[in-house]
């Protein structure tokens, strides 16, 4: 009986995940979530738009921002059983402002880096460049759109997706063999995301993705790879209304 009273008694400890859960929470924030956006899209919840060719900016952003927010939403509720929260990904391991300032010294060499490889990749492999217009960077017709794209630029690119891929290194880091296998299998996954933008693009973006990905490794903080890639989407969507007109 007092043994049974102990049991009761005694605070419930966290739980640690098993590897088939880490999975399918991997599985759920990534490709799950998007699935989820695409039964939105087709059941034709988000107006008259069934594709991404027929979307809006004002639709992508609304759309960006609601997969983001369920994926970081989920990842809370996952790590929740365990005792944590969006402390686990290293949010408090580094002063913010000191990694603010590193991520936007990194931002230039970061561009240029990304800019060569694309030219390079037109030059020497240009059956890589089998989508002539982005998709994305179509939609912006003037400074309404311009806006709407960079909202999602910042929130939905710079904070959403580098909480998911931070979310994922760890899992790897912890239960799947590592975080080098992590940075590996996450890298090309973020780099067929971009498919539609075109084959370059995917290969520029997964590159992208892994240095991202070697910087939280290094900090062991997100916040210097939120900053990089919002400036970059931020760059990205600003050249194309201002140098390409569109």
């Known amino acids: 009986m007092d043994r049974r009273r102990m049991q009761l008694s005694m605070p419930s400890m966290p739980m640690a995940p098993q590897r088939s859960r880490v999975i399918l929470e991997i599985l759920w924030v990534s490709l799950g979530v998007a699935l989820l956006m695409d039964l939105v899209l087709s059941r034709g919840w988000l107006g008259a738009a069934s594709s991404l060719a027929e979307m809006n900016a004002l639709q992508l952003m609304v759309l960006l ?3 983001n927010l369920i994926a970081v939403g989920s990842i809370i509720v996952f790590l929740r059983p365990e005792g944590k929260g969006l402390s686990y990904l290293g949010f408090r391991r580094r ?3 000191r990694e603010v300032a590193l991520g936007l010294a990194l931002f230039p060499p970061v561009l240029f880096g990304a800019l060569l490889l694309e030219t390079l990749l037109l030059h020497f492999l240009p059956a890589l460049h ?3 217009v ?5 939609m912006i017709q ?12 910042v929130l939905a690119g710079g904070v959403g997706e580098e909480a998911i891929r931070v979310f994922v290194l760890r899992r790897f880091e912890t239960h799947l063999g590592g975080m080098g296998v992590g940075l590996a299998v996450w890298s090309l996954a973020f780099g067929a995301m971009h498919l539609s933008q075109g084959m370059d693009k995917a290969l520029v973006v997964g590159l992208f993705g892994l240095v991202l990905g070697l910087l939280y490794a290094w900090r062991r903080s997100p916040i210097a790879a939120m900053v990089v890639h919002g400036a970059f989407n931020v760059a990205n ?7 390409l007109g569109r």
């Open 65 to 67: 921002l609601v997969q």
């Open 95 to 97: 002063p913010v402002m």
């Open 130 to 132: 089998d989508v002539e």
């Open 134 to 138: 982005n998709p994305i960077l179509a």
């Open 142 to 153: 003037g400074p309404w759109d311009v806006a709407a794209l960079l909202v999602a630029s």
């Open 237 to 243: 969507t600003l050249a194309a209304y201002l140098l």
